[in-house]
């Protein structure tokens, strides 16, 4: 798979989850301004209204992070969860063994990226170094504590 650098990568859940989030944020900004509107109206001058103020700055806030949310939106790369895979994608489980232990893991986009719960991005030094390779490669993954030879031993949808 090819990547876009300008481009946002992100599984079709992902990409879910922004339109999710964009629309809670839509209500949040409207629910704003109509408390700065009712306020404004209420008060007639909104100098000394701590209220109105508030509703304002906190409509400017939400509107921020919709415009970032508009912007990874815009250039979402959807990736294919289902895909028959020989290679890692962004959207893959993989099972590695690293120091004889089999771990598993999911590499994700930056917006899936939830290392906690085993979902890497596949912009991480991690996700970097399996990308494109296939089962039985082995690759060198530097970590904080050294280099690790981590050996893939499967590959497979997420969605299975």
């Given at each position: 798979m090819r990547i876009n650098t300008k481009s946002t990568v992100m599984t079709a859940q992902a990409r879910?989850?922004?339109?999710d989030q964009r629309a809670a944020l839509q209500q949040q900004i409207d629910d704003a301004n109509n408390?700065?509107?009712?306020?404004?109206?209420?008060?007639?001058g909104v100098t000394d209204n701590p209220t109105f103020h508030e509703a304002v700055r906190r409509a400017q806030m939400l509107h921020s992070r919709l415009v970032q949310i508009d912007s990874q939106l815009a250039r979402a790369e959807v990736v294919a969860d289902?895909?028959?895979?020989?290679?890692?994608?962004?959207?893959?489980r993989v099972t590695v063994e690293v120091d004889g232990e089999q771990?598993?893991?999911?590499?994700?986009?930056?917006?899936?990226?939830r290392p906690h719960d085993g979902i890497v991005s596949h912009t991480s030094p991690f996700g970097r170094a399996l990308i494109g390779q296939r089962t039985n490669a082995s690759v060198e993954v530097a970590a904080p504590g050294g280099t690790t030879t981590i050996r893939i031993l499967k590959i497979e949808p997420v969605l299975k």
């Open positions: 879910q989850r922004l339109l408390i700065a509107n009712v306020e404004r109206c209420l008060h007639c289902d895909a028959t895979l020989e290679e890692v994608v962004v959207g893959t771990e598993t893991y999911i590499i994700g986009s930056d917006v899936d990226s």
